[in-house]
């Protein structure tokens, strides 16, 4: 069980690396991998299952009861980044608007589901996160048309029962399954349970960005100068959302596991939804700049994630602090309580008790000389 536990801190560590290497084989082998294709949404559950099991019902409750960070995280992905995404696209594709249609679907549609898993990784607020992927799906047959419509004049219909029985599956049934059973195990489910199946999941997204990833290989491999333009500004974009979720949260002051979790919101996007909105309903060079997100999105959330925990290194230490205080030994506990140390006793509990041998052998001498 050590070494499993080991192999996942290992994978863990080394993502940064694995990431980009994952996402080559997608490319170069689009046909051998692709047969992971069926699978992907199962082993989506699997791995929200385990990120859920680190969760209560009563956190998932404190995030309604407290919006602000919740609706704070939705104004970021859904309004300004289109937004932003809309002006900055304009200024540079501007002669080609399918091009600028594509980069706005680009960030118009809801935030990725593999948010939750890079998250959970990097200890951020789970139950904040679930919310923000929910709701950002919720409300996405709404906000996709909307904006489409008040910045481009694009009129598009979005399949919401299938939407929503692939959020379902992939998000909110495992997520449920997970706190329920953390719940009734009273924290069996985050203390044992998901470090078992945590290597397992490392495995997994393995498979599913090496997947992900084969839709790009038609264009990565027929690559030409306007694509490699609109490919160099959906990287740069693409980092400024995770920038900008980080610079939101800090502002406002947000502690460790919230600023993460802003992070990846706000820099992670549904990717496949926008492929079948931009194939459905526009010409094909608007899916290029919906898929280049592909290749960039996996690699830079291993990355930042990583630059993310070194830079915040000491803040994590200070989280953790009151978890260790909670982990102290019973027995120091229990001298805390009582004023000393379960030495002192033992000790005193020792003295008395050679006193009393000593007094013993004292009358045994004098009762022998008489």
Same mark, same amino acid.
């Given at each position: 069980?050590?070494?499993?536990?080991?192999?996942?801190?290992?994978?863990?560590?080394?993502?940064?690396?694995?990431?980009?290497?994952?996402? /080559?084989?997608? %490319?170069?082998?689009?046909?051998?991998?692709?047969?992971?294709?069926?699978?992907?949404? /199962?082993?989506?559950?699997?791995?929200?299952?385990?990120?859920?099991?680190?969760?209560?019902?009563?956190?998932?409750?404190?995030?309604?009861?407290?919006?602000?960070?919740?609706?704070?995280?939705?104004? %970021?992905?859904?309004?300004? #980044?289109?937004?932003?995404?809309?002006?900055?696209?304009?200024?540079?594709?501007?002669?080609?608007?399918?091009?600028?249609?594509?980069?706005?679907?680009?960030?118009?549609?809801?935030?990725?589901?593999?948010?939750?898993?890079?998250?959970?990784?990097?200890?951020?607020?789970?139950?904040?996160?679930?919310? #923000? #992927?929910?709701?950002?799906?919720?409300?996405?047959?709404?906000?996709?048309?909307?904006?489409?419509?008040?910045?481009?004049? /694009?009129?598009?219909?979005?399949?919401?029962?299938?939407?929503?029985?692939?959020?379902?599956? @992939?998000?909110?049934?495992?997520?449920?399954?997970?706190?329920?059973?953390?719940?009734?195990?009273?924290?069996?489910?985050?203390?044992?349970?998901?470090?078992?199946?945590?290597?397992?999941?490392?495995? @997994?997204?393995?498979?599913?960005?090496?997947?992900?990833?084969?839709?790009?290989?038609?264009?990565?491999?027929?690559?030409?100068?306007?694509?490699?333009?609109?490919?160099?500004?959906?990287?740069?974009?693409? #980092?400024?959302?995770?920038?900008?979720?980080?610079?939101?949260?800090?502002?406002?002051?947000?502690?460790?596991?919230?600023?993460?979790?802003?992070?990846?919101?706000?820099?992670?996007?549904?990717?496949?939804?926008?492929?079948?909105?931009?194939?459905?309903?526009?010409?094909?060079?608007?899916?290029?700049?919906? @898929?280049?997100?592909?290749?960039?999105?996996?690699?830079?959330?291993?990355?930042?994630?990583?630059?993310?925990?070194?830079?915040?290194?000491?803040?994590?230490?200070?989280?953790?602090?009151?978890?260790? %205080?909670?982990?102290?030994?019973?027995?120091?506990?229990?001298?805390?309580?009582?004023?000393?140390?379960?030495?002192?006793?033992?000790?005193?509990?020792?003295?008395?008790?050679?006193?009393?041998? /000593?007094?013993? %052998?004292?009358?045994?001498?004098?009762?022998?000389?008489?």
């Amino acid at each position: 069980m050590k070494q499993w536990a080991g192999l996942g801190k290992f994978l863990a560590g080394h993502m940064q690396i694995i990431v980009p290497i994952c996402v /080559a084989l997608g %490319v170069l082998f689009p046909q051998q991998i692709g047969v992971l294709k069926p699978i992907v949404p /199962a082993l989506f559950a699997f791995m929200t299952f385990q990120g859920a099991l680190s969760n209560t019902f009563h956190q998932v409750a404190e995030v309604f009861h407290r919006p602000l960070h919740l609706i704070l995280a939705l104004l %970021v992905s859904a309004v300004l #980044i289109p937004i932003a995404a809309y002006a900055i696209g304009s200024l540079f594709f501007g002669s080609n608007p399918n091009l600028v249609c594509g980069i706005v679907l680009e960030y118009s549609v809801p935030v990725a589901v593999t948010a939750f898993m890079w998250i959970s990784m990097f200890g951020g607020n789970g139950p904040l996160a679930l919310t #923000i #992927i929910l709701t950002s799906s919720v409300i996405s047959p709404v906000t996709i048309p909307l904006t489409l419509k008040l910045l481009l004049g /694009a009129t598009v219909s979005i399949d919401v029962p299938s939407m929503m029985q692939d959020m379902a599956f @992939m998000i909110a049934i495992p997520a449920v399954l997970g706190i329920m059973i953390n719940e009734l195990t009273r924290g069996w489910g985050h203390e044992k349970l998901s470090p078992a199946l945590s290597p397992a999941c490392k495995f @997994m997204m393995m498979g599913v960005i090496a997947s992900n990833s084969t839709a790009m290989s038609e264009y990565v491999l027929h690559m030409n100068a306007v694509r490699l333009e609109v490919a160099l500004f959906i990287l740069t974009f693409a #980092i400024s959302g995770f920038v900008v979720g980080f610079l939101v949260a800090r502002a406002l002051h947000l502690p460790y596991s919230e600023t993460t979790t802003m992070c990846f919101t706000c820099g992670m996007r549904n990717i496949s939804s926008g492929a079948v909105i931009a194939t459905q309903y526009f010409p094909g060079e608007v899916v290029f700049p919906v @898929m280049c997100g592909t290749l960039f999105q996996q690699v830079l959330a291993s990355l930042i994630g990583h630059l993310f925990e070194r830079l915040t290194g000491e803040e994590r230490a200070a989280q953790r602090k009151p978890a260790r %205080v909670a982990a102290t030994p019973w027995h120091a506990r229990l001298s805390a309580v009582c004023g000393r140390s379960l030495y002192d006793v033992s000790a005193s509990r020792c003295a008395r008790s050679r006193s009393a041998s /000593a007094s013993s %052998v004292v009358s045994a001498l004098t009762w022998a000389k008489r």
